[in-house]
Nanobody, 120 residues
Framework: QVQLVESGGGLVQPGGSLRLSCPVSGSIFRFSDMGWYRQTPGKQRELVALMTRSGRTNYADSVQGRFTISRDNDKNTVYLQMNSLKPEGTAVYYC??????????????WGPGPQVPVSS
């Protein structure tokens, strides 16, 4: 059984780990809340992890204790560390930014490619 949760990241077996990276413009990064979302076909896009500009975090119950959001203010990058991956976690993952509470904007996405099969 495998999971593909990152474009270019390859296949990951259940229980494996991946880290997603999201570089953000340095002009807005320090003033932005960051969020990781994911979406599977037929389902609503859901928030899985959130970090405010002040460092507060929030996680979906389904990933609590397994996923960790972090940010590097020097590199202007937010990360999502995903451990103990489950088959149901297979999805397209999205990185969002909210600059000065002006609304959420998609920054990038990671997910399975059409040429890569996902098995379980």
């Amino acid at each position: 059984q495998v999971q593909l949760v990152e474009s270019g990241g390859g296949l990951v077996q259940p229980g494996g780990s991946l880290r997603l990276s999201c570089p953000v413009s340095g002009s807005i990064f320090r003033f932005s809340d960051m969020g990781w979302y994911r979406q599977t076909p037929g389902k609503q896009r859901e928030l899985v992890a959130l970090m405010t500009r002040s460092g507060r975090t929030n996680y979906a119950d389904s990933v609590q204790g397994r996923f960790t959001i972090s940010r590097d203010n020097d590199k202007n990058t937010v990360y999502l560390q995903m451990n103990s991956l489950k088959p149901e976690g297979t999805a397209v993952y999205y990185c969002y930014v909210n600059y000065r509470d002006n609304g959420w904007f998609e920054q990038s996405s990671w997910g399975p490619g059409p040429q890569v099969p996902v098995s379980s």
